[in-house]
């Protein structure tokens, strides 16, 4: 409503010395002037500028003969001021403008600058004027004057000798009328038959009482603490007087008084404020609510703050200004919803924790519009010891004044967009429209400039019915912030109304005189060419947006008429383009719906217009028909008193929407609220008008009203839509209602299911109320969401030094912002449905809302906000509401995850009375793991574990474990891993911590062991430093090795883990699944080599050499091989590359640097260990150019480091220690002279031949990891199978080398020879790509072959005819995914070959699963 804005101002005091300090501040009707007193001084205050125009001072002489100074008053029409003096004497001033054109304050404007000093008002607007002073008259009342109050052309008096005095401005003395208040009979009520009785005590006497004008009549406090309201019997004041008590209240302090609302609001002693109103039906006052500091928001100052000392509502009367004897102010709604308290947070603490002295105040009083709250203040105790603090500029009592911002709803309740926050300041307006882009694309990055997204959006677009998108309303925590234009402003301060079109893109604002309007997309004002016109009109009653047309009611001060104009947004600000209509009385209130213009006036009735859109030509303008006129003059008794009317959709029965869809939008109803009371006033559809069918709707005459009903009390905004939307009807055909202290309220419809015949006991719509934490501003209906605003406050007393620091006001007060902020409102609605059986009706709202993003988030709150409350509860609940939550949330597929989600956000002694309710812990688990919801069912772990004992929680996060080893959720695996080996050792007493991050190691992919790397072939140092990123890894046990689980290394519970593992990994190599079986070992460090040697004859063994080769090329997305058609011309053909049949390379005749470069890169003179490594190290040396012959090869070349005289295995990798990063880019090694190469066309072709017959980079660099680790673990015939993929002689040839040495068993000697003819059977009849490689290697086979005891018959090795056969082509490569390795530090010893399956690799992306027809284009530079 209102909010604090930046730091108070201090207004500078010229005279008066500190001995008198001014304590009292009243202002004029207009809240232009402002009277200030000190003890013997009178200033009048101008209040934009803030300055000092005239001050009077008392003569010594004729103030001892007053007294000081101590109230004033100002005349209605600010002419004259009364001030009351301590020895009961009231002083008449005349204020008097000084002859002349005479200004006291004139701006300065640069040479050449547009201001027009020509111009209707300009000087009263742009000057601040000099007044004169002059004392006409003095009136002694013979007793001290306890209270003064104007009450139109009279003066009130209230003495301590217990008389009322009513006196004239004019003619003082002869209209004097003394009423003794003994003679007043006061009651309970004013019902006739109870006879009232009298105060009857000598000394009672009113303490402060302000006048009512819409209750006619006095509200009183006495001065033994009792509060009353007195009121004429008759019209005239003369008249008998009647007293009403308020019974409860008996330590009243003060009173302040809001007409528009019709609220009396009594300050007591204990520091409350207890809000009276008073009952139509029989005049006694009754208790509305009460403004109070709550322990819980206030623990330690609730009940400390001392009696209420002042109490102010604003101009506009929708807030109030409380304070108190000790210090502090507050902010509170006209029906108790606080804004705003200085008592705590950083108001009241200072940033280093020490608690400030908080701001006493002796006198306030609110500015134009609400802008500015003026203040006369002295901090702290320091106003007794004046004397020793001259200096101390701070405490002194000074004025200070605060700078406010409000909603536009608080003066323009109508205003036509319903979704928007839109705040109004002096100078500024403040919006809450994101970017304007996003409602055209709300999947558009909110990163955007919000400048530049707004002028991208199309003018032209029609959304104006539209809901916009929650990115767009929610964007961001910022305001858009508009300056109002200072032409404008000059001439025209304060703002009165401001208005926001339905898109959120134009605003509108109205001043003292005209309007002006702005547009987001085009970042400029439009004001009135012709400055006549603006200054001729003063619009009354608001203003709204309708499609591109701004609907207003004005008084035309030329003509002296009240009209209703409409001026298009595009043409120029001109009386010229406008559409006027004369009414008959004054507007008060103006509101837009569809297409109807719905105006209340001052004759309390109730116009609708049709406005409809015509274009003569060129030419667009609106033309207003008049529909309908109802006379409300029976039901409201002031017109004042109406806050707000709108037309609305809404009706008590649904069943007509039913019935008849097209009337579900119609103007249905009007919604007033009168002074708090919601009114309704529906369409009576009693009569035989239902029938009649018109021949075109225009001519179609409009139902009459049924007589009003009351909705509900004290309700300070109402929202409605206009939209439709069959999926969210509840939402949508809905009222919404904010009732300050009381929270919101929603008049929700209930529909019949699936439209059946509804029941007729049951009725149309509920009233549920709710609590939310924000004021509410703004309610988004199809989004659930409320829209509010928050004061936020910054500290800055930090940049001062404890020396110059109690000077500044900056130290004193914090710098005050305003942040947007939203809430959820759902969860409230759907509990208040099922606490009155309306489970139907709470479960087609939720479907409704499902897709919401944030619908999970309002089940978990539904069922944590009642599981807190009924487990909590002391007493025991009759009807408790969890089961039928519970049952409620089963309905939605989230049930699983709300469940645990709760239980881990709850307490563990809440844990039974939940599950209680939504079921067995074990049950829920075991439907996680149905519906493969792995992450839920590991939280759910953590809950068994606490609540059963270690056997089932083992049994079942076995069951898990074995399910995400499946699944190849690596990260839960690790967790699992944990959590069994916490379970063995005991120490399942305390639950294992939950990681709250993911781990930083990849999803998929080999890492980093330690004590085991890859060399690059080309040597590290020629990456770019980046590219090398290595990040350390969170500890985590890395898999079941012996030296990993250190001191329970032979505990059953780490090698029942292990037996889990294994069979994991015996599964894995029987499906020839290969990729998975890395990814597995590399993630959780499984010790892959040692597994092997013990698996090599059983699990490990190659049972079907053509199926594992052919899912191998799946797997890895491995092209099969194709023969060339020009293989006539290949390099191979002409001798140049011929490979001899040895292990020794054949270097070409060209000395070619790009052949070269693999073989300087080796490993050269490493001592060979005896292991299966000892060949490893030379089949580096024998490189097959057919298959390295391309750019990329160098990245893919591994050498192992080996340390002199190491014998230790390559697997014996302890903890996972680092993580290798992903290089960008599979060209990054190719060497520099590369480019420089002089390649004939036949071998360009051949190079780019190769590259298409090779698989992705990544695959090439996780096949040869493996080929090592086989290798190393003697699985020789994996190795071969390997090495046929890669197509790489020097492998094949290392193997067979192994097999001649005598460690080879006969067995897997004779399977690699059967599987070897397998192969080349199914390539002679369906791969014949394979075939020149298998001739390649036949010479090697057939040495092998000799050795053993069975030939093999040399005819299966005869060529086939080589067809030009065509093979599917293989992907393209992702440069982006190829990985990089590098050396381990050499400080560590047993350093041998690692790898790291890059993340990317493992995800398999389901495009990665079919082959791409077309070939592979590589160009070389």
Not at 275 to 292: C, F, P, R, W
Not at 704 to 715: G, N, T
């Amino acid at each position: 409503m209102y909010f604090l804005s930046g730091w108070p101002k201090r207004l500078f005091c010229p005279v008066g010395s500190p001995a008198e300090p001014p304590f009292h501040i009243q202002t004029d009707s207009q809240r232009a002037f402002f009277a200030v007193l000190a003890p013997a001084h009178l200033s009048i205050w101008y209040s934009r500028p803030s300055v000092l125009i005239v001050t009077y001072k008392e003569l010594a002489k004729s103030s001892t003969q007053f007294g000081s100074y101590k109230q004033v008053e100002w005349r209605p029409d600010s002419t004259m001021i009364a001030v009351s003096t301590a020895n009961g004497y009231i002083l008449f001033f005349h204020i008097t403008s000084a002859r002349g054109d005479k200004y006291l304050y004139e701006p300065v404007y640069p040479k050449g600058s547009p201001q027009v000093k020509g111009t209707p008002h300009f000087k009263e607007e742009q000057y601040a004027p000099s007044l004169h002073l002059e004392m006409k008259k003095v009136l002694d009342l013979q007793a001290p004057i306890i209270s003064l109050q104007s009450m139109l052309e009279d003066l009130l008096v209230a003495t301590s000798d217990g008389l009322l005095h009513l006196i004239h401005w004019e003619g003082m003395t002869n209209g004097r009328k003394a009423i003794n208040l003994c003679t007043v009979p006061f009651s309970v009520d004013l019902q006739s038959s109870r006879a009232g009785s009298f105060l009857g005590f000598e000394d009672v006497h009113i303490k402060d009482m302000e006048y009512c004008a819409t209750l006619d009549g006095f509200a009183v406090v006495f001065n033994d603490g009792r509060v009353g309201f007195i009121t004429p019997m008759s019209s005239r004041f003369t008249a008998e007087l009647r007293g009403v008590w308020a019974q409860d209240v008996v330590d009243g302090t003060c009173v302040a008084v809001n007409n528009k609302y019709r609220l009396m609001a009594f300050g007591c002693v204990s520091g409350s404020v207890q809000v009276y109103t008073i009952d139509n039906a029989t005049g006694a006052m009754q208790l509305s609510h009460k403004l109070e500091l709550t322990p819980k928001q206030y623990p330690d100052i609730w009940n400390k703050t001392g009696a209420v000392k002042l109490i102010k509502w604003s101009p506009d009367n929708s807030v109030v200004m409380v304070t108190w004897e000790y210090g502090g102010l507050s902010l509170w709604s006209v029906f108790g919803a606080q804004l705003i308290c200085t008592l705590g947070g950083d108001f009241a603490y200072r940033s280093d924790g020490t608690k400030k002295e908080p701001l006493k105040i002796s006198s306030m009083s609110w500015g134009a519009e609400g802008y500015h709250l003026w203040v006369i203040s002295g901090f702290g105790s320091q106003n007794a010891d004046v004397e020793s603090d001259i200096k101390n500029t701070a405490n002194q009592p000074g004025i200070l004044q605060f700078q406010f911002i409000k909603s536009a709803l608080t003066v323009n309740p109508c205003m036509s967009n319903q979704e928007q926050v839109l705040l109004q300041g002096e100078d500024r307006l403040y919006l809450n429209c994101g970017d304007a882009s996003q409602a055209q694309n709300p999947r558009n990055s909110s990163a955007h400039s919000e400048h530049k997204s707004i002028r991208e959006k199309s003018p032209f677009s029609d959304g104006s019915l539209d809901s916009q998108g929650l990115s767009t309303l929610l964007g961001h925590r910022h305001w858009h912030v508009v300056q109002i234009s200072s032409t404008y402003l000059e001439s025209n301060w304060p703002i009165r109304f401001s208005a926001i079109d339905k898109l959120g893109q134009n605003v509108a604002v109205v001043g003292k005189f005209g309007f002006a309007h702005y547009s987001l997309l085009t970042k400029k004002w439009k004001l009135f060419g012709n400055i006549t016109q603006e200054q001729n009109m003063i619009v009354t009653g608001g203003l709204a947006w309708w499609n591109d047309f701004i609907v207003l009611a004005c008084y035309n001060l030329n003509d002296h008429q009240e009209e209703l104009r409409v001026y298009l947004r595009t043409s120029n600000l001109d009386n010229a383009f406008a559409h006027v209509t004369k009414v008959q009385a004054e507007t008060l209130l103006l509101s837009v719906f569809r297409d109807m213009v719905i105006l209340f006036r001052a004759d309390c009735s109730i116009c609708l217009y049709s406005i409809e859109r015509k274009t003569d030509g060129l030419n667009t303008t609106a033309s207003i028909q008049v529909l309908q006129e109802v006379s409300m003059s029976r039901y409201i008794p002031h017109p004042f008193l109406v806050v707000s009317v709108t037309l609305t959709s809404v009706r008590t029965e649904t069943g007509i929407t039913l019935k008849m869809p097209h009337q579900a939008c119609d103007a249905e109803s009007i919604m007033l609220n009168l002074a708090g009371q919601l009114i309704m006033m529906q369409r009576d559809r009693s009569g035989p008008q239902i029938r009649e069918k018109d021949n075109s709707p225009n001519q179609r005459k409009l139902l009459p009203f049924c007589p009003p009903v009351v909705l509900a009390q004290s309700v300070e905004n109402v929202w409605t839509t206009c939209r439709a939307n069959k999926q969210k009807r509840h939402l949508l055909e809905a009222l919404w209602l904010s009732c300050g202290g009381a929270g919101m309220k929603v008049w929700l419809p209930l529909f019949p299911r699936d439209h059946r015949k509804p029941h007729s006991f049951l009725s149309r719509r509920i009233m549920l109320p709710f609590h939310i934490n924000i004021y509410p501003l703004a309610v988004l209906f199809e989004d659930a969401l409320v829209l509010g605003a928050v004061n936020d406050t910054l500290l800055y007393d930090c940049l001062y030094t404890r020396g110059n620091a109690k000077e500044q006001l900056e130290v004193l007060f914090p710098f005050c912002v305003v942040e947007r902020t939203s809430q959820i409102y759902l969860h409230h609605i759907l509990r208040q449905l099922l606490v009155r059986n309306l489970g139907e009706q709470a479960l087609l709202l939720a479907q409704s809302c499902a897709a919401l993003p944030y619908f999970p988030h309002v089940l978990e709150l539904m069922l944590h906000e009642v599981l807190e409350e009924e487990a909590t509860s002391r007493e025991p609940i009759p009807d408790p509401l969890l089961p039928t939550v519970a049952k409620f949330i089963t309905e939605f597929p989230l049930f699983l995850q709300t469940v645990v989600h709760c239980a881990r956000k709850t307490e563990y002694a809440l844990w039974n009375y939940l599950f209680a309710a939504v079921g067995n812990p074990k049950d829920l688990f075991e439907e996680c793991l149905m519906a493969q919801d792995l992450d839920t069912a590991a939280s759910y772990l953590i809950i068994l574990q606490n609540m059963e004992v270690p056997t089932v929680s083992r049994q079942h996060a076995t069951l898990l474990f074995s399910t995400a080893l499946e699944q190849g959720k690596w990260d839960l695996c690790r967790h699992m891993i944990r959590f069994l080996k916490a379970i063995g050792s005991g120490e399942s007493e305390t639950p294992p911590p939950t990681p709250t991050t993911q781990e930083p190691s990849s999803s998929g992919g080999f890492e980093f062991f330690r004590n085991r790397s890859i060399s690059l072939s080309q040597s590290t140092e020629t990456l770019p430093a980046s590219k090398l990123n290595l990040q350390k890894t969170l500890s985590m046990p890395s898999g079941p090795s012996g030296k990993r689980w250190s001191k329970d290394s032979d505990s059953a519970e780490n090698m029942y883990i292990d037996m889990m593992l294994w069979r994991h990994a015996r599964r894995l190599l029987e499906e020839v699944r290969l990729k998975d079986l890395g990814c597995f070992a590399a993630q959780l460090g499984f010790e892959l080599i040692g597994w092997l040697c013990k698996e090599r004859t059983r699990a490990a063994r190659v049972e079907d050499f053509v199926i594992a080769l052919k899912r191998l090329h799946k797997d890895f997305l491995w092209p099969f091989p194709v023969i060339p058609i020009a293989s006539i011309s290949s390099p191979f053909k002409n001798g140049k590359y011929r490979i001899g049949g040895g292990e020794q390379l054949l270097k070409s005749q060209s000395a070619d640097p790009f052949l070269n470069l693999e073989t300087d890169i080796g490993v050269p003179g490493a001592p060979r260990s005896q292991s299966w490594l000892g060949n490893i190290g030379s089949a580096h040396q024998e490189i097959d150019t057919a298959s390295s012959h391309g750019p990329q090869t160098q990245d893919a070349f591994l050498s192992p480091l080996l340390n002199k005289g190491d014998e230790c295995s390559i697997g014996s990798a302890t903890d996972l220690t680092e993580t290798s990063s992903i290089v960008d880019g599979d060209w990054m090694m190719v060497d520099e002279n590369f480019s420089t190469l002089s390649l004939t066309q036949s071998e360009l072709e051949h190079i780019s031949m190769e590259l298409a017959s090779k698989g992705p980079h990544k695959s090439q660099v996780q096949l040869r990891y493996l080929l090592h680790i086989f290798m190393e673990a003697g699985c020789l015939d994996w190795c071969i199978v390997i090495g046929l993929i890669l197509r790489e002689p020097s492998i094949i040839n290392q193997v067979f080398g192994l097999m001649q040495s005598s460690e080879v068993d006969g067995e897997m000697l004779q399977n690699i020879k059967t599987g070897l003819h397998a192969i080349d059977r199914w390539a002679s009849t369906d791969c014949p790509g394979y075939k020149p490689f298998l001739n390649i290697i036949k010479p090697q086979f057939q040495r092998l072959s000799d050795i053993t005891e069975e030939q093999i018959q040399p005819e299966a090795f005869q060529p086939v005819n080589k067809t030009p056969e065509q093979a599917a082509s293989p992907r393209a490569e992702d440069s982006r995914n190829s990985a990089c390795h590098s050396s381990s530090p050499s400080g560590e010893t047993g350093s041998s070959s690692t790898a790291s399956w890059t993340e990317g690799t493992m995800a398999g992306s389901p495009e990665e699963e079919s082959f791409q027809d077309g070939t592979y284009d590589c160009t070389v530079s």
